[in-house]
């Protein structure tokens, strides 16, 4: 069975960072675009990043550019959202999902994506 366990988060002051963490079990993230949302409560779900198969192309939310970095370790099945400079407005549940053949052209886009993980809380707060 294909699932997504993602792993990493909690509460962290602003300023701070955390480096979420994307498993796969039941299939190989190689054939797979890996995307990272995040969706605060009362808000929709928002793109964070992606990084696609292979060539690791990857694209960021303008907003989050310079202070979230997106990799994988195609070796572990695992890929993983460094995010610095915290701030109380990224406080959210963090999803990862995994679009096959790679980010999806609207990769921002939730509904184009095929599988999902649980979701990890990250709070941003002093």
């Known amino acids: 069975q294909a699932q997504l366990v993602e792993s990493g988060g909690g509460l962290v002051q602003p300023g701070g960072s955390l480096r979420l963490s994307c498993a796969a079990s039941?299939?190989?993230?190689?054939?797979?675009?890996i995307g990272w949302f995040r969706q605060a409560p009362g808000k929709e779900r928002e793109g964070v990043s992606c990084?696609?198969?292979?060539?690791?192309?990857?694209y960021y939310a303008d907003s989050l550019k310079g202070r979230f970095t997106i990799s994988r370790d195609n070796a572990k099945n695992t890929v993983y959202l460094q995010m610095n400079s915290l701030k109380p407005e990224d406080t959210a549940v963090y999803y990862c999902?995994?679009?096959?053949?790679?980010?999806?052209?609207?990769?921002?886009?939730?509904?184009?994506?095929?599988?999902w993980g649980q979701g990890t809380q990250v709070t941003v707060s002093s």
């Open positions: 999902a995994a679009a096959r053949p790679t980010c999806p052209s609207r990769w921002y886009q939730w509904g184009r994506y095929d599988y």
């Open positions: 039941g299939f190989t993230l190689d054939y797979y675009g």
């Open positions: 990084i696609s198969r292979r060539d690791g192309n990857t």
